[in-house]
């Protein structure tokens, strides 16, 4: 039963694969309609380029912010920052009072 199928389902491949090439040379188009998909196409083409130059622009604004976002200091540096200050403060107060004993 199952090579019946095998055989079935290989000989439908082969009669749709010998359709295909058939199917694709009736309905190649003439040249002037051609001309006109073409010069379609590459109006379509121009659009997407434009729509694309655009959203890229905007994406580099959205990058050149967030550039600018990150070059500025945060809450965890300023903290980091206080506490560098209050440790070397920390450790000069320490070494003073060594000296004076």
């Known amino acids: 039963m199952k090579l019946i199928q095998r055989v079935l389902l290989i000989g439908l491949l082969w009669f749709c694969m010998a359709g295909i090439p058939c199917q694709l040379l009736a309905q190649a188009p003439q040249e002037n309609e051609s001309l006109k998909y073409s010069d379609d196409v590459v109006q379509l083409i121009k659009e997407q380029n434009s729509k694309m130059s655009a959203e890229l622009r905007r994406i580099q604004r ?22 560098y200050i209050f440790g070397l403060f920390g450790t000069a107060a320490f070494v003073a009072s060594r000296k004076k004993e």
């Open 62 to 83: 959205e990058i050149a912010a967030l550039r600018a976002d990150l070059d500025k200091p945060g809450l965890k540096d300023v903290f980091s920052g206080i506490g």
